[in-house]
């Protein structure tokens, strides 16, 4: 090796395999029940083969009586297969099943007077201090391993299953796959039964399954169907009080759509900065702007843009997230004055999009004419109309800036008031301090006005980023939500970077311990790696760059509530 240089191999998609415990017999285990062994192994070619993203793409979860598998909330980017044994799925019968203390959480509580004021002698006097002791648990749960093999599980599971409403899940069945592949949270808390042994995937070895092979996306929207649509049902106001005999049919003709794939072949960022047109182009259609609709269109996972013609174009007037409806307010026009309205806005999938539409005339027949539609539903583009007029003094310049940048994604975007910064750059030595001497934003972005977006992560609702990582290296915190990178699996592909339209991700060389540039053994090119805003997810008290700024000009904003973007422009 050379003096003063680093040289390593260049890494590669299964460097750091999910687990180093899957053997060639484990594998060939896996493949032979169902639905893995329906699968045809000649659609998977070299380097990426079906043993392939099995043994590297997938591990063994061996687990005891009461363990907690996942838990409701949990961002979700596994899904997991029931080799043995039987694990039980809560379900929402009345409020929630377990409260956060029973599966392990930490209850927050507001300290007192006397507290906020004693903490300016107790305070522990090292720097960046952080209390690791075992945090109280129920008398219900318990604890067992350690480190990251620590496990939460429930105690009585007999009295549990009397006092609470589950359905039981057997050797066989997969589970989680569907928040796994939305990148959403989980809708339910699963617990082992007993003593049970689960295959967990990562979901980029579930997307590469789905895309070669037809039986395994047939078996996901089956059990989708039977399992999860009622309650995507249920939560809307307009089907909530649906009877059990209607609800069914409702079940029976409802229409599972999937548009776009799971990797796009067009970047994100081209798309952006080829103007609405040309994001409108590369966007499936869902449904067309003037068209009679031809159902109510329920988003289950992913982004969709709502647009409308103007002038000799079209313009987006705001997005559907998973959980919000399209096509209602026409069907229930149209039914009360019994005349067809056609649909006022475009329908059009931003990446991988799943959908729901429950025919017209079943809306009519089975949810109007019963009575049970509920509150009217107006279109979400409209409803941020009207949520626009309650804010003081937010023009539609504001929100179409929002709009026409495609920042109404952001949960915590990072937004600067110009007139207040006096580009000191505390924010930016705050974020390196916390960051082990490596800044993870830039302090300059798009501009409207006085204020300033600034190129930092904003923690999309619908992170894009994470769409083509091959090795997961890029995903949601379990905890917060904040979307982190891992460099232990960052391989340098730039696939985060490339789809990032906020130009939030950067690729930086990395160097060892003594400055030197880490190079790869072959090429002997400097190796890169993604790094970002992680929200300062190990930071007790947030985000270092606001909690640094002496002017009061940094805000972490989330763009879908108004009232919150109301605070910052209006004060």
């Known amino acids: 090796m050379s003096q003063g240089r680093s040289i390593i191999p260049r890494p590669k998609r299964w460097d750091v395999p999910f687990s180093d415990e899957m053997t060639d017999d484990v594998v060939e285990r896996i493949l032979s029940v169902a639905p893995f062994n329906k699968i045809d192994r000649k659609k998977f070619r070299a380097p990426i083969t079906l043993e392939g993203i099995i043994q590297n793409d997938a591990r063994l979860v061996s687990c005891q009586e009461g363990d907690i598998i996942i838990r409701e909330g949990d961002w979700g980017n596994s899904a997991f297969f029931i080799l043995s044994g039987t694990v039980r799925v809560e379900l929402m019968a009345s409020g929630k099943f377990l409260p956060p203390e029973k599966l392990g959480r930490p209850v927050t509580k507001r300290k007192s007077l006397f507290r906020a004021i004693a903490q300016m002698w107790s305070n522990s006097k090292e720097p960046e201090f952080r209390d690791l002791s075992q945090p109280a648990l129920s008398s219900e749960v318990g604890s067992r391993g350690s480190g990251d093999r620590t496990r939460i599980y429930l105690q009585d599971i007999p009295r549990l299953l009397d006092k609470y409403k589950t359905v039981a899940l057997e050797a066989g069945e997969l589970f989680g796959e569907i928040a796994a592949l939305g990148r959403m949270p989980r809708t339910a808390t699963v617990f082992a039964e007993g003593e049970a042994t689960l295959v967990e995937f990562r979901w980029q070895g579930l997307r590469e399954i789905f895309r070669k092979d037809a039986s395994m996306r047939t078996h996901i929207e089956t059990k989708f169907r039977n399992n999860a649509l009622e309650g995507i049902l249920r939560n809307e106001p307009s089907f909530a009080n649906t009877a059990e005999e209607d609800m069914q049919q409702l079940l029976d003709q409802a229409e599972f759509n999937t548009f776009a794939t799971y990797d796009l072949s067009k970047q994100y960022r081209d798309m952006a900065r080829g103007g609405t047109e040309g994001q409108l182009t590369e966007e499936p259609l869902v449904a067309k702007e003037g068209d009679y609709p031809n159902g109510v269109t329920l988003i289950c996972s992913g982004l969709a843009r709502l647009s409308q013609r103007y002038h000799n174009g079209h313009r987006t007037l705001g997005y559907l997230l998973p959980g919000q409806m399209y096509g209602f307010p026409e069907i229930e026009e149209g039914w009360k004055t019994q005349k067809q309205l056609p649909l006022s806005m475009s329908l059009r999938a931003i990446g991988y999009l799943t959908t729901v539409t429950v025919p017209t005339q079943l809306v009519e027949r089975l949810v109007l004419e019963k009575g049970g539609a509920g509150k009217s539903h107006q279109s979400p583009a409209l409803d941020v109309a009207a949520a626009a007029q309650t804010v003081t003094n937010i023009g539609s310049d504001i929100i179409e800036f929002a709009v026409d940048n ?97 130009d939030a991700i950067r690729m930086v060389e990395v160097r060892d311990g003594v400055g030197n540039l880490i190079r790869d053994e072959n090429g002997r090119l400097p190796i890169q790696q993604a790094t970002k805003c992680d929200l300062c997810v190990e930071q007790r008290i947030g985000p270092a760059c606001q909690n640094a700024c002496p002017h009061d000009a940094l805000y972490r904003v989330n763009m879908t509530d108004l009232n919150s973007l109301g605070s910052v422009f209006n004060r």
């Open 406 to 502: 495609s920042l109404v994604q952001g949960t915590a975007t990072m937004i600067i008031d110009l007139d207040r910064c006096t580009r000191c750059d505390d924010c930016v030595r705050a974020c390196s301090n916390a960051h082990d001497n490596n800044p993870r934003f830039l302090r300059h972005g798009p501009i409207h006005g006085q204020y300033m977006i600034a190129n930092a992560c904003m923690h999309c609702a619908d992170p894009v980023c994470m769409i083509e990582c091959p090795t997961g290296a890029i995903s949601r915190d379990l905890a917060g939500g904040q979307v982190v990178i891992s460099d232990q699996t960052c391989v340098g592909c730039t696939r985060c970077a490339d789809n990032c339209s906020y």
